[in-house]
């Protein structure tokens, strides 16, 4: 299999932690930029960011991709990774503790598959590995009005990878950072 893409979501509003969360700094490093680094460190080339604001982002030393459904929720974004090609890792770049063995994992696991989703105590679609079987299904839900990427991983051939719960924590608030 050739090297999968890696794709960090970073479009959403971040209405929550009041500030754009891919440049929130985790150990003295931006969050999209922790995130990019795990995805190069797993072997994914080339890795590009997805939405966001290109100038901040540019800034880190991101290439960015222009969100194809901007407002639309992460769904719109992996469909938008989806076109730079496939396999293509998706994580969105608030999980700031993910871990390059943990993607690897999820790169291994694709083999034949849709889809390898990691999950915890829950999954976590938005940390996945999405093969090009994957592309045009998501696109034709997500054109039918579907928004919710748990609910668009039905029918899809699933590879589920465990995952320390740690891993797969998303920080959301100034409090998420506090507990870091």
Known sequence: MAPPIGAVLCGGASRRMGIDKAGVEVDGVPMARRVVDVLVAAGCSPVIAVGGDETAL?????????????????LGGIVTALT??????VVACDLPDLRPATVAALIAALDGHDVAVAFSD??????A????????????????GERAVHRALAGLDI?????????????????????L
């Not at 991101?62 to 992460?74: A, K, R, Y």
């Not at 829950?122 to 940390?127: I, K």
């Not at 590995?129 to 039918?144: D, G």
């Not at 590879?159 to 507990?179: C, I, K, Q």
Request: with cysteine.
């Open 122 to 127: 829950r999954p976590e679609p938005l940390c």
């Open 58 to 74: 540019g800034r880190l030393g991101l290439d960015v991709l222009e969100d194809g459904f901007p407002g639309q929720g992460p």
């Open 159 to 179: 590879a589920w990878v465990s995952v320390a719960p740690a891993e797969l924590r998303n920080v959301n608030t100034p409090g998420d950072l506090r507990t």
């Open 129 to 144: 590995v999405w093969a090009q079987s994957a592309a045009a299904v998501l696109r034709e839900k997500f054109e039918s």
């Open 84 to 89: 730079v090609g496939a396999p293509t890792a």
